[in-house]
């Protein structure tokens, strides 16, 4: 009986150390929120980009300036089935919403926004259509109408 209580408590430990690091990275998740390519800011279409972008504002109050990097690629992996591959393509194409619990593949765009001497890459995603404009900033800058 004895031998039960310390392997008990070792799992309570190890159940209880879940959640705590599941919520770390949420938080650093959330923290890197539109900088990471995983994690980007939800757009419709590259008007909906330059709008946003345009409603940014630097810690020092200022505009930044911006210019699109490139695509980075899709933002969770492809599938490997090519018939699978090809209906995200044209779904992605045609601005189509995402179904309800579906993956997201599609392409991310960096973006190099300046402020001063510093430039920080600005990832989104710019297939999410319709899309409500974008109420917040990544870490780093506030949002001005």
């Not at 430990?13 to 879940?18: D, Q």
Request: net charge negative; with cysteine; glycine share 6%.
């Amino acid at each position: 009986m004895h031998a039960v209580t310390p392997l008990l408590a070792l799992v309570a430990l190890a159940v209880s150390a879940v959640p705590a690091h599941a919520a770390d990275s949420a938080a650093t998740d959330e923290a890197q929120w539109g900088l990471r390519k995983e994690n980007p800011v939800e757009v419709c279409q590259p008007i909906g980009q330059h709008a946003y972008l345009a409603r940014l504002v630097c810690s020092d109050q200022s505009r930044p300036r911006f210019e699109r990097g490139g695509s980075v690629g899709n933002r969770n992996p492809p599938s490997s089935d090519r018939a699978v591959r090809e209906r995200e393509f044209e779904a992605m194409m045609t601005f189509a919403p995402l179904a309800e619990g579906a993956t997201d593949y599609h392409v991310i765009d960096r973006y190099d926004v300046h402020c001063g001497e510093t430039t920080t890459a600005v990832y989104m995603d710019m297939y999410h259509c319709p899309a409500a404009p974008v109420q917040r900033a990544p870490a780093g800058f506030t949002l001005q109408d």
